[in-house]
């Protein structure tokens, strides 16, 4: 006999599938909504389902865009400058260094980097889409904004070799950033610095 009714070790359980969320917190988060109004139940599921439902990815950049969409707005800008193309790992990165607000370049979203040990290389990302987005394109400096990790650094090399014979300027953020950090939990005075004093990966 189960102490615990299905629906709520379900919830549990999908709880517990989530990133830095482990059984103890997933359980507190389920009696949390079985004890909460209904209302507050209610709107969380409908989140998650326009969360699927309403959302799309930018068929230029891959950074997230509402559904039916086509194009990002940043993307779609004519206040953006063609010239400067960041790349990035995740959707979350775009919302941090947009944050700073110095940056006016449009963004490629690589959603990943490569780890051979995980089986993910270019494949897996959208890191030929970028080249062939760079080919005949005004884009005169990339900057590439991986997390400074193995990871990170082994994808950013991989990158830089197939870009230079384009003959595109090669940047990357400086390490104002800590190593083994993510950007998406820089302080925006961190930011700044890193896209401010940026440096060609020799």
Same mark, same amino acid.
């Given at each position: 006999m189960?102490?615990?009714?299905?629906?709520?070790?379900?919830?549990?359980?999908?709880?517990?599938?989530?990133?830095?969320?482990?059984?103890?917190?997933?359980?507190?988060?389920?009696?949390?909504?079985?004890?909460?109004?209904?209302?507050?139940?209610?709107?969380?599921?409908?989140?998650?389902?326009?969360?699927?439902?309403?959302?799309?990815?930018?068929?230029?950049?891959?950074n997230?865009?509402?559904?039916?969409?086509?194009?990002?707005?940043?993307?779609?800008?004519?206040?953006?400058?063609?010239?400067?193309?960041?790349?990035?790992? $995740?959707?979350? =990165?775009?919302?941090?260094? %947009?944050r700073t607000?110095? @940056?006016?370049? /449009?963004?490629?979203?690589?959603?990943?980097v490569?780890?051979p040990?995980?089986?993910?290389?270019?494949?897996?990302?959208?890191?030929?889409?970028?080249?062939?987005?760079?080919?005949?394109s005004?884009?005169?400096?990339?900057?590439?904004?991986?997390?400074?990790?193995?990871?990170?650094?082994?994808?950013?090399m991989?990158?830089?070799?197939?870009?230079d014979?384009?003959?595109?300027?090669?940047?990357?953020?400086?390490?104002?950033?800590?190593v083994?950090?993510?950007? $998406?939990?820089? =302080?925006?005075?961190?930011l %700044?610095?890193?896209?401010? @004093?940026?440096q /060609?990966?020799?």
């Amino acid at each position: 006999m189960r102490a615990i009714p299905d629906p709520v070790q379900n919830l549990i359980d999908a709880f517990s599938r989530l990133p830095g969320i482990g059984p103890k917190s997933a359980s507190r988060l389920a009696f949390f909504l079985l004890k909460a109004q209904d209302s507050l139940s209610l709107d969380l599921a409908d989140a998650l389902e326009a969360l699927k439902k309403d959302t799309s990815r930018c068929k230029i950049c891959f950074n997230i865009t509402k559904a039916g969409e086509d194009v990002c707005e940043i993307c779609a800008s004519p206040n953006r400058s063609d010239e400067t193309l960041c790349v990035v790992e $995740e959707p979350l =990165d775009v919302i941090a260094i %947009e944050r700073t607000g110095v @940056y006016q370049g /449009k963004y490629h979203v690589l959603m990943g980097v490569m780890s051979p040990v995980d089986g993910i290389g270019p494949d897996q990302l959208t890191i030929f889409p970028l080249f062939e987005r760079l080919k005949n394109s005004p884009t005169k400096e990339v900057i590439i904004a991986t997390n400074p990790s193995m990871e990170g650094d082994t994808t950013a090399m991989y990158l830089k070799k197939h870009i230079d014979p384009m003959g595109i300027r090669v940047s990357r953020l400086a390490r104002g950033l800590p190593v083994g950090g993510d950007i $998406e939990y820089a =302080d925006q005075n961190t930011l %700044e610095r890193a896209l401010a @004093y940026r440096q /060609k990966m020799d």
